[in-house]
């Protein structure tokens, strides 16, 4: 492995140093052999899902490991999106002259070499792989085993453009080791990789994160409220909350818990739940709901639960006040909703509650990098240091001080 990283470190100067026009015709050329390699990698999809199925994989694990024609074609444009982005490298950030006349300037430049452990998407390996590379930077993709052959598949499309192009492999490549003494390994390998960002499930994260020597930017689990006030609009609630829900239930922005305050649960629940048994929701609701929908009984650990299923969670809170102190409880700083047409608590509550994204009359849906313009993400930060939120080509940078003078010496 250390072979491997030491050309993978050797490989990130010259990725680092690539002009914009020329990252962006590799790029179009990524989004070209997904397409003309989609039979291949549909079928270790195949494969891959028909293992899933003999190791009973969970649902939502499988609905996130699923791959079809139409998927692959949105991978593919997925990185076109990447690839018509400005290039983030070089941006001078700030800049000015101190009184001994030196000239400062704060420039954007790659972090350098990125190593992403993720589960079950193959998706992610594209996505990420076009952002690292749009971004100046190495990429060291581990996947799921349940996914091996789908991303192997895709790898061999992207290395393949980067041969085309005389470019390292290295600049988009698997970790040679993919067993858990690979990857505890991997992330003790500070001297060769410059972050590590985490996507899956809780033992995963928590592993990473406890074990890690290099810098780690996590994704935390996607514990996502909805609060609906007593001044909401009622069909933009019930809109929303389905949105929210239903729209791709095992995503990590989507609803898991309802907070609805007391004046308007008498009408708004009713509404809430005819619209949910259209969807095959299962609700579970606290005492007070159950006095006025049929739901299953909440138990405590339903709070701060990520269900990544069509299961929701309802409670009925005495105002806004409460529905704060829920979601600083059990939240998981991801992704949090206001439904309210009173200007004030809406500003209240998007300043109060710490998460990466709030939202005021708005599905949690939307945190996610393309619908936020970013292309794609290598993940969603639940950090406050370095990212926070969905992670485009601008949060794969760091930056350096260029300093101009004339002779100046410190006296």
Same mark, same amino acid.
């Given at each position: 492995?250390?072979?491997?990283?030491?050309?993978?470190?050797?490989?990130?100067?010259?990725?680092? #140093?690539?002009?914009?026009?020329?990252? =962006?015709?590799?790029?179009?050329?990524?989004?070209?052999?997904?397409?003309?390699?989609?039979?291949?990698? /549909?079928?270790?999809?195949?494969?891959?899902?028909?293992?899933?199925? %003999?190791?009973?994989?969970?649902?939502?694990?499988?609905?996130?490991l699923t791959l079809n024609e139409k998927r692959v074609e949105d991978m593919a444009k997925a990185v076109e999106e990447i690839a018509a982005l400005r290039d983030p490298i070089g941006r001078i950030l700030d800049g000015w002259v101190v009184p001994n006349g030196l000239k400062i300037e704060k420039v954007a430049v790659p972090i350098g070499v990125v190593?992403?452990? +993720?589960? @079950?998407?193959?998706?992610?390996?594209?996505?990420?792989?076009?952002?690292?590379?749009?971004?100046?930077?190495?990429?060291?993709?581990?996947?799921?085993? *349940?996914? !091996?052959?789908? #991303?192997?598949?895709?790898?061999?499309?992207?290395?393949?453009?980067?041969?085309?192009?005389?470019?390292?492999?290295?600049?988009? @490549?698997?970790?040679?080791?993919?067993?858990?003494?690979?990857?505890?390994?991997?992330?003790?390998?500070?001297?060769?990789?410059?972050? /590590?960002?985490?996507?899956?499930?809780?033992?995963?994260?928590?592993?990473? =994160?406890?074990?890690?020597?290099?810098?780690?930017?996590?994704?935390?689990?996607?514990?996502?409220?909805?609060?609906?006030?007593?001044?909401?609009?009622?069909?933009?609630?019930? #809109?929303?909350?389905?949105?929210?829900?239903?729209?791709? &239930?095992?995503?990590?922005?989507?609803?898991?818990?309802?907070?609805?305050?007391?004046?308007?649960?008498?009408?708004?629940?009713?509404?809430? +739940?005819?619209?949910?048994?259209?969807?095959?929701?299962?609700?579970?609701?606290? *005492?007070?709901?159950?006095?006025?929908?049929?739901?299953?009984?909440?138990?405590?650990?339903? +709070?701060?639960? !990520?269900?990544?299923?069509? /299961?929701?969670?309802?409670?009925?809170?005495?105002?806004? *006040? !409460?529905?704060? %102190?829920?979601?600083?409880? +059990?939240?998981?700083?991801?992704?949090?909703?206001?439904?309210?047409?009173?200007?004030?608590?809406? %500003?209240?509550?998007?300043?109060?509650?710490?998460?990466?994204?709030?939202?005021?009359?708005?599905?949690?849906?939307?945190?996610?990098?393309?619908?936020?313009?970013?292309?794609? %993400?290598?993940?969603?930060?639940?950090?406050?240091?370095?990212?926070?939120? &969905?992670?485009?080509?601008? *949060?794969?940078?760091?930056?350096?001080?260029?300093?101009?003078? !004339?002779?100046?010496?410190?006296?």
């Amino acid at each position: 492995m250390e072979q491997f990283l030491i050309k993978a470190k050797k490989a990130a100067r010259a990725i680092a #140093n690539l002009k914009p026009s020329f990252k =962006t015709a590799v790029l179009s050329e990524f989004a070209k052999a997904i397409r003309d390699f989609a039979p291949s990698i /549909i079928e270790a999809n195949e494969l891959d899902l028909k293992q899933a199925e %003999e190791n009973n994989l969970n649902y939502p694990l499988k609905e996130r490991l699923t791959l079809n024609e139409k998927r692959v074609e949105d991978m593919a444009k997925a990185v076109e999106e990447i690839a018509a982005l400005r290039d983030p490298i070089g941006r001078i950030l700030d800049g000015w002259v101190v009184p001994n006349g030196l000239k400062i300037e704060k420039v954007a430049v790659p972090i350098g070499v990125v190593g992403i452990i +993720y589960e @079950s998407r193959p998706n992610v390996t594209s996505d990420t792989a076009a952002l690292c590379f749009k971004s100046g930077n190495i990429c060291v993709l581990k996947g799921g085993k *349940e996914a !091996e052959r789908s #991303n192997k598949a895709i790898v061999a499309a992207l290395q393949k453009t980067l041969q085309k192009f005389n470019l390292p492999i290295e600049a988009v @490549s698997l970790l040679p080791d993919s067993s858990r003494q690979g990857v505890a390994q991997f992330i003790k390998m500070d001297k060769y990789v410059d972050v /590590i960002v985490p996507r899956g499930g809780e033992s995963l994260i928590k592993f990473v =994160t406890e074990n890690s020597s290099i810098p780690v930017i996590k994704h935390d689990k996607g514990v996502c409220h909805t609060y609906i006030d007593s001044e909401a609009d009622l069909i933009k609630a019930v #809109n929303i909350a389905v949105n929210a829900k239903c729209s791709k &239930p095992s995503a990590c922005n989507a609803l898991e818990t309802l907070l609805i305050h007391k004046d308007i649960a008498q009408r708004v629940l009713p509404e809430l +739940y005819l619209a949910f048994t259209k969807t095959n929701t299962e609700l579970r609701g606290c *005492e007070n709901t159950a006095k006025i929908i049929k739901v299953k009984h909440a138990a405590q650990d339903d +709070y701060g639960r !990520e269900y990544l299923d069509n /299961i929701l969670s309802i409670k009925i809170v005495n105002g806004l *006040e !409460e529905a704060i %102190e829920h979601i600083t409880k +059990y939240g998981s700083l991801h992704s949090e909703a206001i439904i309210t047409e009173n200007y004030t608590k809406a %500003e209240k509550f998007m300043q109060d509650i710490d998460a990466a994204c709030v939202y005021l009359n708005a599905s949690s849906r939307f945190t996610d990098g393309g619908e936020f313009g970013f292309g794609a %993400e290598v993940g969603i930060s639940t950090n406050r240091l370095h990212a926070r939120g &969905p992670m485009g080509i601008n *949060e794969l940078t760091t930056y350096k001080y260029k300093v101009y003078g !004339e002779g100046q010496i410190r006296s």
